[in-house]
C-alpha cells in the first residue's frame, strides 16, 4: 500500500504548481485515492489539496516531510475521473497540472454566494391599486411606476426593476419602509434563460432520424460505446436526435452534456431541451460568473440534473453517471481552447467518454476534415441525414464573379444580381440576409481585377501584409515586397481588402431607402442581450434586411427567410491558415442553410473573386462529400493535418532580442535532434514572428514542426519544455505548445 501522496495544494494559486509529497497517515492507507480532496499543514497554515497520485517512493527530505491531516468530506470519485482527465490533457496539450486542473474542476470562490434579491408586493391587489391611485395624484412618479410593476406578479428581481425598468433603490427603500413591499434574497439556481414552459410535445421521427437514432441505440443496448458522426445537411433535424438519444439514456438513469458553441446557444436551441428534461436541464454560458458555474456544477454533481448545456467548458460538468457526450457543430474552431491548455473540446471528450463509459456524437452539416476523415479510417461511425425536414429543397445558389462587375463598370459591394433579387424580395414582404465573410481581414492582399493572391512559396498560405510594405507568410517566416501591380494581370487594383458591416448598412440603406435594416456585429451586440434582442427583432419580422458577419450563420431558423447573400466570400480563403479551404465552405455553406427553411424556397447569391476555387464552387453545389476528397487530397500532398500532425510553439519574451534568441536556440536544437536521429520524422519550420508579432509589449516567436505520429511531438514537446526549465536563460521568456492548431498564433 502506497505510503506518500503527491498532492497539489489550492488550485486557485498561481505560484503553487508543483504537486507536494505528504505521509499517509496508517490509517488512511488504502482508502485515499486519487482525485480526494485533504487537508494538509502547509507552511504555518492548513490548506486544502488534491492527491494526484500515490507512490511508494519517497522524492523529498524524510526529516520534512509532514502528514495529511484528514480527508475532506464528500470527496465523490468523479473528481478523480477528472483529475485523470487533467493528467491525460497536460500529456497531450502541455502547460503544467495546475493550468490542467484549473480548467477541469471548477474553483470556488472565496466571495459570498450570489443570492439574488426578490420584490414581493406585500398588499392585496385591491390596496394596491388605491396606493397606487395615492401615488399618482401625488405625482410620486418614481413609485407609481415601481407599484405597478409589482402588481399582479409574484417575486420580481430587483435587478429587473432597477435595471430595465430604471426604478431606484430609494424608491424600493421607501416602499419598504411603508410596508407595502418586501426585498428577500435567495440562493438561485435558475437557468439564466428564466422560466420555460415544458409542453412535452411530441416530434414524430421521420425515417432518417429514426435509422440515425436506431443505430447508435442498438450499439447502446448491446454496451458498444464510440464516437459517432452525424452528417446532416443544415435543417435536417439533427437536435431531435440528439434529444432523443438523451431522452433515452436519461430514462436508463444515465446524464448528458451538450456542447453548443456560445454563439449558437440560443434561446431556441435550449427551449427545445426544456421541453423535454424541464428543470433537469442547465445551462452554461461565458457570461456567467464564477460563483454562478460553480453552482450548476454543484447540483449536477448532487445530481440535480440529467442535462448540462453549453460552451466548452461545460465538458467538465461533474456527472458521475455520464451517458452521452455531444459535440453540435463539431466543425467551430471554437470548440478549440485558446489558452494553455489548448486542449480540443473534441478530443477530449472522447477521452471523458472512454473513461466514463459514454459514447459521443459529433454532429455537423460540414462536419471538420479531421471528423470525416477519421469516419472515413472507421474511427467514428458515420451517420447521415441527407434530407431536410418536410422534404424542403435546399436553397438554391448562384455565384457572381466580381471581377466580371467591375468590368461591366459596377463598382459597388452588392453585384447587378444581388440588387436584383433583394428589390424582388422587398416587394414580396420576404427576408434577406447579407453576410459579409469577415474572417481573416487580416490583410492579404488581392488583384481586384483577376482575383490573384501573392502566396508563400513554401508553404501555400497567403502571404500577410506588413506595414512596412512587405508580405509576410507566418509559417515559416519567409518576406517579399508588396508588388504594386499585379503580378499576373498587370492591374493597378491589388491592394488590401477593406469593407465593415457598417459600411455595408449605409450601403444598403441608401440603394433601398424603405427598407428596415438591422446590423449584428461585435459593435451592436456589445451590451447584454443586444445579440438576442436583434434575432429575435428579426424573427418577428421587425426587419427586412439583417447584415451581419460571422454571427448570422449560425443555426438560426428564420421561416420568412428566401434570400441570403453573401458578400466578399473570398475573404477566408486566403488567410494565412492551412483550414483556410475547410472555413470557407463551411461558412458558406451554413450561410447558404439560413435560406428557405420555411415554406418557401431559399435562393443564395454568393459573391467572390475566386469564382473557380473548389471551396467556392463545390458549396454552390453543397457537395460536402466532393470538397473533402479534394480537401483531404490537398492535406495528403502537404501533410497538414489530418494527414500528418502539427505543432506550434511560442516564445514570447518582453525583450525582443531575448524572444528572437531563444526561438532560434531551441529550432536548432530540434533541427541537431533530428539530424542525429532521436527525432527523424518530425519537420522543424521557422521561426517566424507570431502573426501578431507585439501583443501588449510581448513579443512573439513561432517555431512549427510537424510529423506523421502525434506521439513524436509530444516527446519534441516533453524535451523542450525539460531543457527550458532546467537553463536559467529562459527565465525570462514563456514557451508554449498548441497542436494541431486551428489558426496562426
Ligand atoms: P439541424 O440542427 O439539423 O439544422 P434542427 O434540429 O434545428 O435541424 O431542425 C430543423 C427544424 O425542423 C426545427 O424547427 C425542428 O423543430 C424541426 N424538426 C426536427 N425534427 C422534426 C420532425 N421529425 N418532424 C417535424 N419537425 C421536425
Ligand atoms: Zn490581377
Ligand atoms: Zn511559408
Known amino acids: 500500500m502506497a505510503e506518500y501522496a503527491n498532492i497539489i495544494i489550492d488550485i486557485s494559486q498561481e505560484k503553487l504548481d508543483k504537486a507536494f509529497q505528504y505521509r499517509i497517515p496508517e490509517q488512511m492507507r488504502g482508502a485515499l485515492a486519487v482525485g480526494m480532496q485533504v487537508e494538509v499543514p502547509f507552511g504555518s497554515r492548513e490548506m486544502a489539496g488534491y492527491v494526484v497520485g500515490l507512490t511508494d517512493t519517497l522524492e523529498c527530505d524524510a526529516a520534512k516531510i509532514k502528514e495529511i491531516k484528514a480527508v475532506k468530506e464528500g470527496g465523490v470519485p468523479i473528481e478523480s475521473q477528472l483529475i485523470a482527465l487533467a493528467g491525460w490533457m497536460r500529456e497531450n496539450y502541455g502547460g503544467t497540472m495546475n493550468h490542467a486542473l484549473k480548467t477541469v474542476l471548477p474553483i470556488k470562490r472565496k466571495e459570498k454566494e450570489k443570492k439574488q434579491r426578490f420584490v414581493r408586493l406585500l398588499l392585496e391587489e385591491g390596496q394596491a391599486r388605491e396606493q397606487l391611485a395615492q401615488f399618482e395624484k401625488k405625482r410620486h412618479v418614481a413609485r407609481a411606476r415601481l407599484l405597478s410593476a409589482l402588481i399582479g406578479q409574484g417575486a420580481v428581481p430587483y435587478r429587473d426593476l432597477t435595471g430595465k425598468l430604471g426604478v431606484s433603490p430609494q424608491a424600493i427603500r421607501a416602499l419598504g419602509q411603508m410596508g407595502i413591499l418586501e426585498v428577500e434574497e435567495r440562493r438561485d439556481y435558475r437557468s439564466p434563460y428564466g422560466k420555460m414552459e415544458r409542453t412535452r410535445e411530441a416530434v414524430v421521427l421521420n425515417e432518417g432520424q429514426e435509422e440515425a437514432v436506431g443505430r447508435v441505440w442498438q450499439d447502446w443496448e448491446r454496451g458498444i460505446r464510440r464516437t459517432y458522426l452525424l452528417h446532416g445537411v443544415t435543417g435536417s433535424g439533427k437536435t431531435a436526435v440528439y434529444i432523443e438519444l438523451i431522452d433515452r439514456a436519461v430514462r436508463c438513469g444515465k446524464q448528458a452534456i451538450v456542447l453548443i458553441p456560445e454563439i449558437a446557444l440560443t434561446y431556441q436551441t435550449v427551449r427545445r431541451f426544456y421541453q ?5 436541464v442547465s445551462i452554461l454560458n461565458s457570461k456567467m460568473s464564477a460563483g454562478e458555474r460553480y453552482d450548476q456544477f454543484e447540483r449536477a454533481k448532487r445530481g440535480e440534473l440529467d442535462v448540462m448545456i453549453g460552451p466548452r467548458s461545460a465538458l467538465f460538468t461533474p456527472f458521475s453517471k455520464l451517458g452521452f457526450i455531444i459535440l453540435d457543430e463539431e466543425h467551430e474552431a471554437s470548440y478549440k481552447s485558446e489558452t494553455v491548455p489548448r486542449y480540443h473540446a473534441r478530443e477530449t471528450a472522447i477521452e471523458r467518454a472512454r473513461m466514463a463509459g459514454a459514447s459521443v456524437i459529433l454532429g455537423s452539416a460540414t462536419p471538420s476534415i479531421d471528423s470525416y476523415h477519421a469516419a472515413m479510417r472507421g474511427e467514428y461511425t458515420l451517420l447521415e441525414l441527407k434530407k431536410r425536414i418536410g422534404e424542403k429543397p435546399l436553397p438554391a445558389c448562384c455565384v457572381v464573379d466580381m471581377r466580371e462587375e467591375l468590368r461591366q463598370g459596377n463598382r459597388s459591394i452588392l453585384s447587378g444580381r444581388l440588387q436584383e433579387l433583394m428589390e424582388d424580395r422587398l416587394s414580396r414582404r420576404q427576408q434577406a440576409m447579407l453576410f459579409l465573410n469577415r474572417r481573416g481581414l487580416a490583410g492579404f492582399v488581392s488583384c481586384r ?4 493572391v501573392p502566396k508563400c512559396p513554401h508553404c501555400d498560405v497567403s502571404l500577410s501584409q506588413h506595414g512596412n510594405g512587405r508580405l509576410v507568410c507566418h509559417y515559416c517566416g519567409h518576406e517579399e515586397a508588396q508588388p504594386a501591380v499585379c503580378p499576373k494581370c498587370g492591374s493597378r487594383y491589388i491592394s488590401g481588402f477593406r469593407a465593415g458591416t457598417q459600411k455595408i448598412e449605409e450601403i444598403v440603406k441608401k440603394r433601398f431607402p424603405a427598407a428596415r435594416v438591422l446590423r449584428m456585429d461585435f459593435d451592436t451586440t456589445r451590451k447584454k442581450d443586444g445579440y438576442e434582442q436583434i434575432l429575435s427583432a428579426f424573427s418577428n419580422q421587425e426587419a427586412d434586411i439583417l447584415i451581419g458577419t460571422q454571427m448570422i450563420v449560425k443555426g438560426h431558423d428564420f421561416p420568412n427567410v428566401t434570400l441570403v447573400g453573401v458578400l466578399a466570400a473570398d475573404l477566408s480563403l486566403h488567410v494565412s491558415d492551412f483550414h483556410a479551404a475547410e472555413r470557407t465552405f463551411q461558412l458558406l455553406t451554413q450561410a447558404a442553410g439560413r435560406a ?32 473533402y476528397e479534394t480537401e483531404a487530397a490537398y492535406r495528403k500532398m502537404m501533410h497538414y493535418p489530418p494527414c500528418g500532425h502539427m505543432m506550434v510553439m511560442l516564445v514570447a519574451s518582453r525583450d525582443e532580442m531575448t524572444a528572437a534568441l531563444s526561438a532560434e536556440l531551441l529550432a536548432k536544437k530540434a533541427r541537431r535532434a533530428k539530424e542525429e536521429g532521436r527525432a527523424p520524422g518530425v519537420s522543424v519550420i521557422g521561426p517566424a514572428n507570431a502573426a501578431v508579432a507585439k501583443v501588449k509589449d510581448v513579443y512573439k516567436k513561432v517555431v512549427y514542426f510537424k510529423d506523421e505520429r502525434y506521439g513524436e511531438l509530444v516527446r519534441v514537446k516533453d524535451a523542450v519544455e525539460q531543457f527550458v526549465s532546467s537553463h536559467r536563460e529562459f527565465s525570462n521568456v514563456t514557451v508554449q505548445f498548441d497542436f494541431d492548431p486551428m489558426a496562426g498564433f
Not at 423535454?276 to 433537469?280: A, H, I, L, N, T
Not at 481585377?449 to 490573384?452: F, I, L, R
Not at 418557401?600 to 460536402?624: K, M
Request: charged share 30%; hydrophobic share 25%.
Open 449 to 452: 481585377s483577376c482575383g490573384h
Open 276 to 280: 423535454r428534461f424541464g428543470d433537469r
Open 596 to 627: 428557405g427553411r420555411g415554406k418557401l424556397p431559399g435562393e443564395v447569391v454568393i459573391q467572390t473573386y475566386s469564382p473557380d476555387h473548389y471551396a467556392v464552387e463545390l458549396a454552390r453545389r453543397q457537395d460536402y462529400r466532393a470538397f
